[in-house]
Nanobody, 125 residues
């Protein structure tokens, strides 16, 4: 049974940085594309960032390009989301997700096979 556990969320002021981690177990991690999604109160879940199986390719939502960076450590089965210059609009629950297969393409939520329970990020102004 695949398990994804996010950590690293918290309450920060605008302009601060946070690094989220997602530890994976129960799956062949290097065979999964990994995505980060977020859901703000009263809003639908949205794609934030995605990273290929090898970590050599990343995708980002326009709203976070230049501020967020995703990386992964396949030896440790961990994927990261470095978030810089946070704004109140980044306040949300952040979820990591895994999609089986190493193919190119968008990170649609319906393609993700496993989800974490999320970690809350709150950015105050």
């Amino acid at each position: 049974q695949a398990q994804l556990v996010e950590s690293g969320g918290g309450l920060v002021q605008a302009g601060a940085s946070l690094r989220l981690s997602c530890a994976a177990s129960g799956l062949a991690f290097s065979n999964y594309r990994m995505g980060w999604f977020r859901q703000a109160p009263g809003k639908e879940r949205e794609f934030v960032a995605g990273i290929s199986c090898s970590g050599g390719s990343t995708n980002y939502a326009d709203s976070v390009k230049g501020r967020f960076t995703s990386s992964r450590d396949n030896a440790e089965n961990v994927v990261y989301l470095q978030m810089n210059n946070l704004t109140p609009e980044d306040t949300a629950a952040y979820f990591c997700a895994a999609a089986r297969g190493c193919y190119s393409g968008p990170f649609y939520s319906y393609l993700m096979n496993s989800w974490g329970k999320g970690t809350l990020v709150t950015v105050s102004s």
